[in-house]
């Protein structure tokens, strides 16, 4: 057994980040285990780029309300207690609602070759606004 200390909370890049938003790097698997686990905060309004996942990312609200909205499909409130799947290579963009904070847990496999994400363009604010009331 080994007990990590908690690492220093880390800034979202403003390349994958829209507003203020934090993370906490909770598990990252070492060989043969590539599991990735971070508890993301966001800031009313925050919101992360649209993104994919080359295996694919698990998302857990812990706290708040939140938006998720995966390319094509429709924007879904989201709440604490709420569990969202999306599979490999679907583009998705997830975060807080306009007023409301929103914490969740983000889970997802690294990869043996290539990257475990890829990285879009930041999401509108016209695209943000589409939320519901």
């Given at each position: 057994?080994?007990?990590?200390?908690?690492?220093?909370?880390?800034?979202?890049?403003?390349?994958?980040?829209?507003?203020?938003?934090?993370?906490?790097?909770?598990?990252?698997?070492?060989?043969?285990?590539?599991?990735?686990?971070?508890?993301?905060?966001?800031?009313?309004?925050?919101?992360?780029?649209?993104?994919?996942?080359?295996?694919?990312?698990?998302?857990?609200?812990?706290?708040?309300?939140?938006?998720?909205?995966?390319?094509?499909?429709?924007?879904?409130?989201?709440?604490?207690?709420?569990?969202?799947?999306?599979?490999?290579?679907?583009?998705?963009?997830?975060?807080?609602a306009p007023?409301?904070?929103?914490?969740?847990?983000?889970?997802?496999d690294g990869?043996?070759?290539?990257?475990?994400?890829?990285?879009?363009?930041?999401?509108?604010?016209?695209?943000?606004?589409?939320?519901?009331?």
């Amino acid at each position: 057994m080994e007990i990590l200390n908690k690492a220093p909370s880390v800034k979202g890049p403003a390349q994958m980040f829209t507003g203020d938003v934090w993370f906490d790097v909770i598990a990252k698997g070492e060989e043969p285990s590539r599991i990735r686990v971070n508890a993301v905060h966001f800031a009313p309004g925050a919101r992360t780029a649209w993104h994919s996942h080359a295996v694919g990312q698990t998302l857990h609200v812990t706290e708040g309300i939140g938006l998720v909205h995966a390319r094509g499909g429709e924007l879904v409130v989201i709440r604490p207690g709420d569990t969202i799947w999306t599979p490999p290579g679907e583009s998705h963009w997830h975060g807080a609602a306009p007023e409301h904070f929103m914490t969740h847990l983000a889970i997802w496999d690294g990869t043996e070759s290539g990257p475990e994400s890829e990285w879009g363009d930041l999401v509108t604010n016209e695209e943000y606004a589409q939320a519901p009331p």
